[in-house]
């Protein structure tokens, strides 16, 4: 059994798919690119397909991922280009390996957000995101099934920083302008309860008073390993490229114990 590795985005108007529309929208791709799936035991069976993460239905995202596991082998770009011809616009498969290690769930463990703020000066983001860095915690709530939960938003944020930036007409945009907009950049940890972007912007809120005049547009840039000497998320899959090009081991043994 073979098992394929997916990068794919929610882009555009995209982004408001739930979790359960791709689901479904990804099923129908497979058999339209007749991809040979393998599939679970039992009553009903289903495609043996695990998603990684999700991003929150309404986000935009250019760092997806999940695993498929085929019967027969196939080239990963081959398979690429067929299920991202299957795929409406936006969303795109974009990147695809062969897993030759364990543990992708594993390895997603912080992401890299854009936050869009159309209609907030810049300043004022600025000196909200200061505000927000120099506290010790910033409490905050989300209703969840359980009733409201209060927890700390400052802990898992491990970066925010905010710059100027102008959306132009001819960009991806999912709100395209050509007025300046307040952008943050934010890298936060994937912790236990989990911190998404709503809740930083509700930190900023508490702290500073920022209320922006229209919802953030959000976009996921990145998910991966946190390298903590760096400072950067670190792609997800790079280590089963390297695997893919390391030497056997049977020939890295023999190479070690050949006469000089």
């Not at 108007?13 to 035991?41: G, I, K």
């Not at 302008?177 to 994937?190: K, N």
């Not at 081991?249 to 000089?260: D, H, L, R």
Request: proline share 8%.
């Amino acid at each position: 059994m073979q098992r394929i590795r997916l990068r794919y985005t929610k882009r555009g108007r995209l982004r408001f798919t739930s979790h359960r529309d791709f689901q479904r929208a990804f099923e129908r791709a497979l058999r339209r690119a007749e991809v040979p799936m393998a599939y679970s035991a039992g009553f009903t069976p289903h495609p043996k397909v695990s998603y990684a993460n999700a991003a929150p239905t309404g986000t935009g995202s250019e760092a997806e991922y999940l695993e498929i596991a085929l019967t027969e082998a196939r080239d990963p770009e081959k398979l690429r280009v067929l299920l991202d011809e299957s795929l409406p616009p936006g969303l795109d498969v974009v990147d695809a390996v062969e897993a030759r290690t364990s543990g992708l769930a594993d390895r997603l463990t912080a992401s890299v957000w854009e936050l869009r703020l159309d209609g907030v000066d810049p300043a004022d983001a600025e000196r909200a995101v200061a505000a927000f860095n120099a506290a010790g915690t910033v409490e905050v709530q989300r209703m969840t099934k359980n009733g409201v939960r209060t927890f700390d938003a400052r802990s898992a944020v491990v970066d925010l920083e905010s710059s100027e930036g102008t959306q132009t007409h001819g960009s991806q945009a999912d709100r395209p302008t050509d007025q300046p907009c307040a952008i943050l950049r934010l890298v936060v940890r994937h912790v236990t309860p989990a911190v998404r972007p709503d809740d930083v912007l509700s930190g900023l809120r508490a702290v500073a008073d920022l209320a922006p005049p229209v919802p953030a547009a959000v976009t996921r840039l990145a998910q991966g390993l946190f390298d903590e000497e760096t400072g950067t998320v670190t792609d997800p899959l790079a280590p089963d490229r390297e695997a893919a090009t390391a030497p056997p081991k049977a020939e890295t043994a023999a190479a070690a114990t050949a006469p000089a």
